[in-house]
């Protein structure tokens, strides 16, 4: 399985960008996709998860980000909007076969495949 994520590049404070992730290697669909990001410095942060059928924020997204996935349950996408300085990172995609118990969706330790990594700048 390998998650192929795109859609990144430089941006100025208020624009929007669409992040696409693809999934390959298998005919059945991730129970869990989503999106985490790692800032130069800091550790891997939680973005947004679609875990099935229910959909997790960071509170510093909620109300800009959306994601969302296709019907044949093999593609994620984050779409972002009055992007800030802020959220200049590295954007990884994550998924899991199963459904991960809410309690452990924002924790990187929950998702078995990472995609390599997308990086999104937004100056200011």
């Known amino acids: 399985v390998q998650l192929q994520a795109s859609g990144g590049g430089l941006v100025q404070a208020g624009d929007s960008l669409r992040l696409s992730c693809a999934a390959s290697?298998?005919?059945?669909?991730?129970?869990?996709m989503g999106w985490f990001r790692q800032a130069p410095g800091k550790d891997r942060e939680f973005v947004a998860i679609?875990?099935?059928?229910?959909?997790y924020y960071a509170d510093s997204v909620t109300g800009r980000f959306t994601i969302s996935r296709d019907n044949a349950k093999s593609r994620v996408y984050l779409q972002m909007n009055s992007l800030k300085p802020e959220d200049t990172a590295v954007y990884y995609c994550?998924?899991?076969?199963?459904?991960?118990?809410?309690?452990?969706?924002?924790?990187?330790?929950?998702?078995?495949?990472w995609g390599q990594g997308t990086l999104v700048t937004v100056s200011s």
């Open positions: 994550a998924s899991n076969l199963n459904r991960i118990a809410s309690g452990s969706a924002r924790s990187v330790h929950a998702y078995h495949n």
């Open positions: 290697g298998r005919t059945s669909g991730f129970n869990a």
């Open positions: 679609w875990n099935a059928g229910t959909i």
